[in-house]
């Protein structure tokens, strides 16, 4: 059983940053795979970026070069640092982790820009 905890949401205007963090319950060098997804109010659940020990690092187009996600073993957390926000990247975050071919799921932390 592997929880995770996010944190770093909250309120910002628009080209504003944040830094969101993913701490698991266990340690971060076992999960091969960890990444964030994003909820937009009446939408359905997106992928935001993620990062696999086998095939590297992938993101949606919407938050290249904007987005960037990274993971520090020695701290055993997960990072999405987020420049430029949008209004329209506004939506709960969630980070999600795969281990021994089983899903979980953090909460969530709401993320909000405004215009």
């Known amino acids: 059983q592997v929880q995770l905890v996010e944190s770093g949401g909250g309120l910002v205007q628009a080209g504003g940053s944040l830094t969101l963090s993913c701490v698991p319950s266990g340690s971060i060098f076992a999960l091969n795979t960890m990444g964030w997804y994003r909820q937009a109010p009446g939408k359905q659940r997106e992928l935001v970026a993620v990062?696999?020990?086998?095939?590297?690092?992938d993101d949606s187009e919407s938050v290249k070069g904007r987005f960037t996600i990274s993971r520090d073993n020695a701290k055993n957390t997960m990072f999405l640092q987020m420049n430029d926000l949008k209004p329209e990247d506004t939506g709960v975050y969630s980070c999600?982790?795969?281990?021994?071919?089983?899903?979980?799921w953090g909460e969530g932390t709401q993320v909000t820009v405004s215009s």
């Open positions: 990062m696999a020990r086998d095939t590297g690092v």
């Open positions: 999600h982790a795969r281990h021994l071919r089983i899903d979980y």
